[in-house]
């Protein structure tokens, strides 16, 4: 069976960093890309960044400079570290698995997400 399972959610204040971490099982990540997502209050749920199993990454624009995704392929785990926190980065976190290993891919496998919290 696959599993994504998030962890690392927390409340921090404002300006504070976070990492999350994201542990696959039941199946080779290592040739999948990978991606953080983000669904805050209210809304839809929201691209961060994607890595691919080269290690290369890509991220929205509101994530650039920011945020930062890491690849640990050994351990079919990838992290999201976020610095500079505001309160509009408060939502739920997911991580997920492509179909393939492409910025274009399918988000085929899902985490349940972990909960971050933006708040003085």
């Known amino acids: 069976q696959v599993q994504l399972v998030e962890s690392g959610g927390d409340m921090v204040r404002p300006g504070g960093s976070l990492t999350l971490s994201c542990l696959g099982s039941?199946?080779?990540?290592?040739?999948?890309?990978m991606s953080w997502h983000r669904q805050a209050p209210g809304k839809g749920r929201e691209l961060i960044g994607i890595?691919?199993?080269?290690?290369?990454?890509t991220y929205v624009e509101s994530a650039k400079g920011r945020s930062a995704i890491y690849r640990n392929s050994a351990k079919h785990s990838i992290d999201l570290v976020i610095s500079s926190l505001k309160p509009e980065d408060t939502g739920v976190y997911y991580c997920?698995?492509?179909?393939?290993?492409?910025?274009?891919?399918?988000?085929?496998?899902w985490g349940q997400g972990t909960q971050v919290t933006v708040s003085s």
């Open positions: 890595i691919l199993s080269s290690g290369a990454t």
């Open positions: 997920s698995a492509g179909s393939d290993d492409s910025f274009s891919t399918i988000w085929r496998y």
């Open positions: 039941g199946g080779d990540f290592r040739t999948r890309a």
